[in-house]
């Protein structure tokens, strides 16, 4: 068995998307049929990395329908898209936004917003993948992908613009730092309140060893998150990008267990004294996805860090990367963050699934930190998932959230979600 093989039933399910696409041939489809077979055997496996990407997440769009191909060139372009609309309603103290994020639940709760019912396109978008061999190059890719969740969730959104050449990205795309693949099932846009898949311009190298190691190092554009509210410590611009590495173990395809770290440089002016100060910023996530059983999936992360706040989670709502010293107005600091995010998804059938997710999230602030100051956050849900056809499916989920302050008091919101959708 092979690492592109699997005997799991969400694999089968990757196989019926895979058997679904299309090819288009450009230049006259082969008249011959051991190399019209042969050459679909090799979009096929093509198209099945599409879904085996090491930074891909449930949420990303599948693979495109129609696939042209040409010959002659060496090339290959896929155009696809998702529409995915989703329909949310909150009790007990509504969360005043499309996102369903613990960090948003208002404390106390507005008596004018106690429930809410609302609709939003967000996860609706376009992409396109070209995939391809130079003789100097080797096999390259390019991928653009866009979503619609800029002004008013409706608004058109780049989302990932980046090339893959042999082992190198370039461009705007999944930070080495998060591991997508491992983060469990949430069909709310939010996903778990200590999800990090957040993007960024970087260059990576990433090698494979044996097939079942990887390596990767990458230089990312940083973009920090500096609490503002004291004009005594004012934060300066950002003048080093961040560093992030990971070492994964793959012993099948789609199952691995991966260790990523990021190191980043916080940089703020003291400007009373005219000092300038730059601190250390770091991260560790522990992450894994496995199937013990053909129809059974896990999902696990572990992330602990300071001045990382920004990247990912519940915090990103905030600023939290550095924060003011509660005894010293005049200094930063940025604090200890852990958070925790597990999954476990059973498989009815290949195209039929329910999960369970919990997850949370800690803000280790110093004594004498606001009362109203976030703590910690807490993030439950349940879902089911059901594709009708390998491109159209619909799902239901119930969310549970909680936050808790620096005084002790918190408060517990619900919501409820549908979605559909539908890719090409």
């Not at 429930?115 to 390019?142: C, D, E, W």
């Not at 979503?147 to 080495?176: C, E, I």
Request: charged share 15%; hydrophobic share 40%.
């Amino acid at each position: 068995m092979t690492l592109a093989d699997s005997a799991s039933l969400p694999d089968s399910m990757i196989k019926a998307k895979v058997s679904s696409t299309k090819i288009v041939y450009l230049d006259g489809r082969p008249s011959d049929k051991e190399i019209l077979q042969s050459d679909k055997d090799s979009i096929y496996r093509v198209i099945r990395t599409f879904y085996y990407d090491q930074f891909r997440h449930f949420q990303d769009p599948d693979a495109p329908y129609f696939l042209f191909m040409s010959k002659e060139a060496g090339l290959s372009m896929g155009i696809g898209g998702s529409v995915r609309m989703r329909a949310y309603y909150d009790w007990n103290g509504a969360v005043p936004t499309p996102s369903f994020a613990p960090f948003t639940i208002p404390i106390p709760a507005n008596p004018l917003n106690m429930r809410h019912f609302s609709t939003t396109p967000a996860g609706t978008g376009l992409f396109f993948r070209v995939i391809g061999y130079n003789k100097t190059l080797g096999s390259y890719q390019l991928y653009l992908e866009t979503d619609f969740t800029g002004y008013m969730s409706r608004g058109l959104n780049l989302k990932k613009a980046y090339a893959m050449v042999r082992d190198f990205t370039v461009g705007y795309a999944t930070s080495t730092f998060s591991d997508p693949a491992a983060q469990p099932v949430v069909i709310d846009a939010a996903g778990n309140n200590n999800k990090f898949t957040y993007t960024s311009v970087l260059v990576r190298y990433m090698p494979c060893f044996r097939k079942r190691w990887h390596i990767g190092v990458s230089l990312e554009t940083p973009a920090t998150a500096v609490d503002q509210s004291t004009s005594i410590a004012r934060p300066r611009s950002e003048w080093l990008p961040d560093a992030a590495a990971l070492v994964q173990y793959q012993w099948a395809a789609g199952q691995h267990v991966r260790l990523s770290g990021i190191v980043r440089s916080l940089s703020y002016r003291n400007m009373l004294t005219g000092e300038n100060h730059d601190l250390a910023g770091w991260g560790i996530n522990l992450s894994s996805v496995a199937h013990p059983a053909p129809w059974l999936t896990t999902y696990a992360n572990f992330t602990t860090g300071k001045g990382i706040a920004g990247l990912g989670g519940d915090m990103q709502y905030g600023f939290y990367d550095l924060l003011v010293d509660p005894g010293n107005s005049s200094r930063l600091y940025s604090p200890m963050t852990i958070g925790w995010s597990a999954g476990l998804q059973y498989n009815i059938r290949h195209d039929l699934f329910v999960s369970l997710v919990a997850s949370q999230t800690h803000l280790s602030t110093r004594e004498g930190s606001p009362e109203d100051e976030y703590k910690n956050g807490t993030f439950a849900c349940a879902n089911a998932f059901w594709n009708i056809l390998p491109r159209i499916a619909v799902a239901a989920e119930l969310d549970y959230g909680r936050r808790v302050n620096v005084s002790g008091t918190h408060r517990n919101a619900w919501r409820a979600n549908v979605m559909c959708s539908f890719s090409f």
